[in-house]
């Protein structure tokens, strides 16, 4: 048997709006293990063939197979599991990401084991002990040693855990950069360059956020805000250049929490002409006109806002520490630099009315947005808002990106709120043809 795979079971549905990037996270785990001297594959699902890759799995024999895990994978990823062991005998199957960190349950009847949180610092030790031990069976035997590993235990059906532990951001900056050498970048710039007219690859410059929207889990890099070092970062840069790609999509949770740090990442940029035109995640946040400047002129070229609702009574509803005034301010604001913008909106929630959703819908599209995404409510394990809201469809799965359908008791139908999202599309969609007539 070979050392470690690992599988990226996403597959790709042509679904509206989709943002296809090879998977940062693994490819940093690639990195990391095969720094540790560990023969480490990759298989990326995203175009190919699912019975070509288990296949390959069958021929390789790995002593260990990572699956990663995101809420449109859940069922994917355990069938695969599943079909692994079959062709596999005696692989060690584990997961991580997302849903795997948030319902370890889900899947410990597939898996043998699940890793919660940050795996950066836990997952390779663990796989080095594992594949180097003389009784590898010890190693299970002592998973307490690892960092977020959650184990069902034989003797009563249990499951045993350890806390995750967050990497300190010395030990994030001390990370090698991610090994993207196992994916098929051709066909990734293919795809953003028939929808976007350039090709951007996902990077990560912060980690964690320290606001406590209601409904959002973070429960990978959670509250624990982090930077990385600026070295790091424009050495990743040069590596993604290197591999054909012109843009960076930054998959931070929020790039503009510290401005120094984006100020910083600006004028690197400008200073080494890497010429890479870029998008980010942003708060509606005051950001003073200068650095909005700074940002275009070192290629920032679309910014994407959690805008949620045009209602300020919700948005204290949802906790997001932000107002209506605040956000078109900030808005208008990239729209008079040319940096276009993007906004994700939330209707149905919990404690609203129907008079607010018609004021979310009507006032998203009189905002200089060039782009909108809306979502129904989805009550995720560890928020306030899964503990507020009854009847939750706990192992509830999304089949494909943007699927919008209520998984809780709500007084809203899935047919008017369906209705008035593709209503409201099409409304927009009309809005933007006219201005380019």
Known sequence: MSGIALVYPYRYKHARETMLFHPLGLAQLTALLRKDGLDTSVKDLTFRDSDEVLAELASERPRVVG????????????????????????????????????????????????????????????????????????VLEHCDRYPGIAVRNPEDGLILHTPSQPSTEVQLNRLPIPDRSDYDHARYQEFWQEREGCSPAGIMTTYGCPYDCEFCSRPIYGTLFRRRNMDSIMEEIRDIRSLGYDGLWIADDCFTLDLGHVRAFCHRLIREELSMSWTCLSRTQEIPLKDIELMKRSGCRKVFFGLESGSNEVLKLMNKHTTVEEAERTLHLFAHCGIETAGFFMIGYPGETCESIETTLAWALRLPLNELSFTIPFPLPGTRLFQRVHGVQADADWQYENENRMIYESDFGNDYLQGRIEETYTKFAERHRQDTL
């Open 67 to 138: 699956i990663y895990v995101m809420l449109t994978m859940i069922e994917y990823a355990r069938t695969l599991a599943s079909e692994i062991r079959r062709l596999v005998p005696g692989v060690l199957l584990v997961c991580g990401g997302p849903m795997p960190t948030l319902r370890p349950q889900q899947f410990l009847s597939e898996f043998d084991l699940v890793f919660r949180g940050e795996a950066a610092q836990s997952f390779p030790r663990f796989c080095r002990d594992y594949v180097n031990a003389a009784k590898p069976l010890d």
